[in-house]
């Protein structure tokens, strides 16, 4: 990671992992949320939107966790998946039953 020099970078390359090291460098640099997400070439409201999660994950603001996000994600994955499955099985039966009607 570059380090930050009188408002310009030391380093002109700048390679984010996550938007854990911007929320950290945006607190360590004193500088504002606009002029972050300019030196970093991400929008403002990507930087915005990282620093709220990155307060909600330590307890600072009200909300669901990275965690809990997560969590919940693949929850409605799980619930999609198996309403499909329902769904298939519904129409095996009605099938089936077709089929002993028939004989």
Do not use: C, H, N, P
């Not at 996550?18 to 409201?45: C, F, H, N, P």
Request: hydrophobic fraction near 40%; glycine fraction near 8%; avoid cysteine.
């Amino acid at each position: 990671m570059s380090v930050w020099r009188r408002g310009e970078w030391a380093g002109r390359v700048i390679r984010l992992s996550s938007g854990k090291e911007a929320v950290e460098l945006y607190r360590s640099s004193g500088q504002s949320l606009t002029v972050i997400a300019r030196e970093l070439g991400i929008a403002l409201d990507t930087l915005r939107a990282w620093v709220k999660q990155a307060d909600v994950d330590v307890g600072v603001r009200e909300g669901l966790t990275t965690g809990e996000r997560e969590e919940l994600r693949e929850l409605r994955q799980k619930v999609r998946r198996l309403e499909q499955e329902r769904e298939i099985l519904k129409r095996a039966v009605v099938l089936f039953a077709a089929e002993t009607e028939t004989r």
